[in-house]
């Protein structure tokens, strides 16, 4: 049984670092002096109608930056957008009431975009596999990337989330190395492939990442033209590329004969490019783009922007910034790195956004900053803001806004409200009302308790929920009798000496236990609705890791110790970081599972309906018991009939889930952890679902280029 | 001069090589067939060499080796720990039908241990 302990522990181990591994090796230090930086949001230097300074090409030529104008929006933030484009009036914003959803998009055989709608709902209305016949379903078809890498050789290695796309008739994935595959839906036979030979060097991340592309089209596409219908794709390197959907040749009038090279607006610290790894959302001739960095390395850094850029060329049409001017020279990201979701009849573009930087310590930046963590509604024609709604107060616990709102309109006390669901690292599920910001159950402010760093101000309060009960416990799960007796006490004794007083325990210098920690809770995926019954359904993680500050002349940059925890400078600030997961010296988890669970909510009542443990975790082979649950990376999808599809698990299954209870109906093996939701869709009358298998070097060392689909027999 | 044991039968060892070397041709089977989640992991190997291990001591209380009656019951009492071990590992691995092999050699061993005949002095 000791083999089997140490192998949960090791496998376990492993998996906690969810929200580290995109960090994991950001000790990748500029090593020389943090830039000072260019300015924008503040009628100065650049702004207001000055000019930007072009920056260069790869070529050596001048980018073709027009000159930008800006206008401030609401919460500090900032809007820049063409001198010659409209401009908007600034000031509240009121949402454009006129939108209507591409028709294209909006399809129910299709699954058209990474969350299979612009409402984030990843819901599918294809009713063919039930709870009762789930059981016969059978593999389709499977096909191999073959980028893949284990990052033995010369290429890091591959992390893939990759949503498969399925519209235009076609199967379309993006690959850890950029490319871009089209298959045919019914056979998995190549119809294309797309090569745009990008750079495959791990420059802001840890591991060669994509979770897809994203797909446009004309209202009207004319025949025998090309590129009436786009496939996308992002690169590590800021590279954002457009071809023919049809054929996979590249767009000819997008960005520079296909290729939109986005750091060129990467003009504020910019020490690392803006990482292209989550595609576009997309709406109505509109790329909404985001971008992913590193956080744990710099204090000042890139600051936090979205991109509004015309989908047949490229062109900017509006960069939103979460961060006011005045603190850019101390702090940056607030960024969007997950995906966004869109309420096609408001026009209102909703957008996760993450913490300052650094992560970790904010004695920096004690300014307010209403943007940062938050979901914020922005004007898609616009850009400004229309509401937001902060869901820490200074950030420093690296609580991300991480996954994309799920928007969905609920029965409440006799009335539809347009609500809007926002999971969260932290645990609380928000619910608000989309139009306003407004909650729909209560979010109360209640004292939390103070920092004792000095130069560190935490807030005094933070926003709680208790409606619907969030997705972990209020108190962290407690010392784990086995681990403990294992260690000898050292599970015991280390937990004594950490700080916790509760939720939002600030980092301390002789370490402080956070519960949840940057792993979540809930993480990027984000949960599924079925919009019919306002059944929500979401996986979390329960994890127990240490935030320990350490004094800048004591701060030595150590190694990584696997992807999972490691030393981070945090810049110039006072104080260097070290994040450990609650291990003991086996590797065994200190703390109580389950390890990860899945839950469903009546958003009609904020009742949660069911919360069982979620797969199994693996290593060595071993699987571990189901009570245990598993760590997930991953989303569920709903469909109509009652089922929950996902992978997520450590141990390698995809698993139809019986809706009403949580029930396994049906599990598969795949090559390696699904770390990516599937794709539900109806192809000739036959529905499929196709999942990703890519695997996460987070939870297992095991990674893979399977996509594979599964059908009913005929 | 040691004293040597030998049982007249050994239907109880017979059944625990059977099994077993049942047990190893599964174990060998899931350690190379890729796609079942546990090909060439480190349980796998595992349970394939324990199983190999469990039918050679078996197979020298079958064979009526002469061995002094402390090896012999070392040789027992070693088995009995082989085929739990073994078992215990296939159901972590979800190896079912290695577990059910496991049950018989443990059915074996019983036999071996309480129905089989007293061992010759």
């Avoid at chain 1, 010659?84 to 959803?101: I, W």
Wanted: aromatic content about 10%; charged content about 20%; overall charge negative.
């Amino acid at each position: 049984m000791m083999t089997h302990a140490r192998t949960f522990a090791v496998s376990a181990a492993l998996a906690l670092l969810l929200g580290a591994a995109a960090n994991s090796r950001a000790q990748e230090q500029d090593g020389g002096e943090t830039p000072a930086p260019s300015r924008y949001g503040a009628p100065d230097e650049n702004t207001s109608g000055g000019e930007v300074q072009p920056t260069q090409s790869e070529d050596g030529g001048e980018a073709t930056t027009p000159e930008l104008t800006t206008e401030e929006t609401q919460g500090g933030g900032s809007v820049q957008r063409p001198a010659d484009a409209a401009s908007a009036d600034s000031g509240p914003v009121e949402p454009t009431a006129d939108k209507q959803p591409d028709a294209w998009m909006e399809s129910s055989d299709s699954w058209a975009t990474f969350n299979g709608d612009l409402r984030a709902q990843k819901y599918s209305s294809a009713d063919q596999i039930t709870p009762d016949n789930v059981k016969d379903l059978e593999k389709v078809w499977e096909y191999h990337t073959g980028d893949v890498s284990d990052g033995s050789g010369d290429i890091p290695t591959t992390v893939w989330s990759a949503t498969p796309l399925f519209v235009n008739d076609t199967l379309y994935f993006g690959t850890p190395f950029y490319r871009i595959i089209a298959l045919e839906p019914d056979t998995g036979k190549e119809k294309w492939t797309f090569d745009p030979d990008a750079r495959l060097e791990a420059l802001t991340q840890p591991a060669m990442k994509n979770r897809g592309v994203a797909y446009w089209q004309a209202d009207e596409p004319q025949e025998g033209e090309a590129c009436q219908k786009i496939v996308y794709v992002g690169t590590m390197d800021a590279k954002l590329y457009a071809v023919d959907a049809d054929s996979g040749e590249p767009c000819a009038e997008f960005g520079q004969d296909g290729m939109l090279d986005v750091n060129q607006w990467n003009t504020v610290n910019d020490k690392w490019p803006l990482s292209l790894l989550q595609p576009p959302t997309v709406y109505q001739d509109t790329l909404f783009l985001g971008w992913a960095g590193k956080d744990w390395t710099d204090s000042a850094a890139p600051p936090g922007t979205v991109f509004a850029l015309d989908a047949r060329t490229g062109e900017l049409k509006w960069m939103f910034h979460a961060l006011p001017n005045e603190v850019i020279e101390r702090t940056g990201t607030a960024n969007v790195w997950a995906s966004m979701s869109i309420d096609p009849e408001r026009g209102l573009l909703y957008i996760p956004i993450s913490s300052p930087s650094p992560n970790y310590y904010g004695g920096n930046r004690l300014e307010e900053l209403p943007l940062a963590t938050s979901v914020t509604a922005l004007d898609t024609e616009s850009g400004q803001v229309v509401w937001s709604r902060q869901l820490i107060h200074h950030d420093i616990w690296d609580y991300d806004t991480v996954a994309p709102p799920t928007l969905v309109d609920i029965e409440k006390d006799g009335e539809t409200v347009p609500a809007l669901v926002q999971i969260s690292k932290q645990g609380f599920i928000y619910v608000l009302n989309r139009e306003t910001g407004e909650p729909i159950y209560p979010i109360e402010e209640r004292p939390v308790p103070a920092s004792d760093i000095p130069g560190e101000e935490a807030a005094p309060t933070q926003p709680f929920v208790d409606k619907p009960e969030p997705v972990v416990g209020e108190d962290w799960p407690g010392i784990s009798p086995l681990a403990d007796l294992v260690s000898f006490g050292e599970c015991s004794r280390r937990a004594e000496s950490y700080r916790w007083e509760g939720r939002f325990t600030p980092p301390s210098l002789e370490g402080t236990i956070a519960y949840p920690p940057t792993t979540g809770g809930s993480q990027w995926g984000g949960g599924a609705v079925d919009p019919e019954t306002g059944v929500y359904v979401v996986n979390s993680n329960s994890v127990v890791q240490i935030y320990t500050l350490i004094p800048r002349d004591e701060f030595q940059q150590k190694s990584q110790e696997g992807e999972t925890s490691g030393y981070y400078a945090q810049g110039d600030v006072p104080y260097g970081f070290r994040l450990q997961t609650f291990l003991n010296w086996a590797g065994m988890p200190c703390w109580n599972g389950p390890y990860g669970t899945i839950a469903a909510y009546d958003l009609k009542t904020g009742e949660r309906l069911w919360q069982n443990p979620f797969g199994q975790v693996q290593k060595y082979g071993f699987y571990m018991p189901e009570s245990w649950g598993s760590v997930t990376i991953g989303a569920p999808v709903v469909t109509k009939s009652g089922l929950i599809f996902i992978g997520a698990s450590m141990d390698s299954r995809v698993r139809a889930l019986d809706l009403g209870s949580g029930e396994v109906l049906w599990k598969a093996l795949v090559d390696a952890p699904a770390v990516s939701m599937p794709a539900v869709y109806t192809y000739k009358g036959k529905q499929y679902v196709t999942f990703v298998a890519g695997g996460n070097t987070i939870l297992l060392p095991k990674v893979s280029d399977q996509i594979v689909t599964y059908a009913l027999p005929d | 001069m040691s004293e040597i044991t030998e049982p007249k039968t050994a239907n109880g060892a017979w059944l625990i090589v059977a099994s077993s070397l049942i047990g190893a041709l599964i174990a060998a089977f899931n350690l190379v067939n890729e796609g079942n989640g546990i090909a060439f992991t480190f349980g796998a190997w595992l349970v394939f060499v324990s199983s190999l291990l469990v039918c050679l001591a078996g197979g020298i209380l079958a064979l009526h080796l002469a061995v002094p009656s402390w090896q012999r019951g070392l040789f027992a009492f070693l088995i009995l720990l082989g085929i739990l071990g073994t078992g215990a590992a296939a159901y972590f691995l979800l190896a079912y039908v290695l577990l059910a092999a496991m049950v018989v050699a443990l059915i074996g061993w019983l036999i071996h241990v309480v129905a089989d005949p007293a061992p010759l002095d």
